[in-house]
């Protein structure tokens, strides 16, 4: 599980942002003071150096689960993706991101299309799904693991 360090959220002139890992434990609340970004993009289920057999843990199991009410600071931001993880909704800040365009929360575990999205008419492209490339997680399963 990675931990991302406070001294990060000191980068405040910081325009783009991507986060790959196995398993985030959270956005901190300190990402509210990354006020210039424009492209924030996280994405959980992936490794740098994939080992024989390696599989991301199933979503349920992400430490990655809500997306802090404090993403509404950034003002600034164009393009929001976040991938594999274990989000059950969307917090109502969002909506106060007026220059956002791109919404992209996929492979997680929204259900149906937030509130907040409905409300959200001024954005140009969304994708919300639970699964990426109609894949489920058993099909991510070994013939062995099935059994």
């Known amino acids: 599980m990675i931990e991302l ?7 405040t002139a910081l325009e783009k942002l991507t986060i790959m890992t ?4 959270g956005i901190p609340q300190d990402i509210g003071k990354l006020t210039q970004l424009k492209e924030l993009t996280i994405y959980g289920g992936s490794a740098y150096h994939v080992e024989p ?3 991301p843990k199933p979503k349920q199991e992400l430490e990655l689960k809500h997306i802090p009410a404090e993403i509404g ?10 991938g594999y993880s274990g989000i059950r909704e969307l917090p109502p800040e969002l909506e106060k991101l007026k220059k956002l365009k791109w919404l992209n929360i996929t492979n997680s575990l929204i259900e149906g299309t937030p509130d907040v999205v409905s409300r959200m008419h001024w954005l140009e492209h969304v994708s919300l799904s639970g699964h990426s490339l109609g894949l489920t ?3 991510l399963l070994t013939e062995e693991e099935i059994e």
């Open 5 to 11: 360090p406070p001294a990060f959220f000191e980068l």
């Open 22 to 25: 196995a398993d985030l434990k």
């Open 53 to 55: 057999g390696w599989k």
């Open 73 to 82: 600071n950034l003002t600034e931001l164009v393009s929001l993706s976040i």
């Open 137 to 139: 997680e058993e099909a």
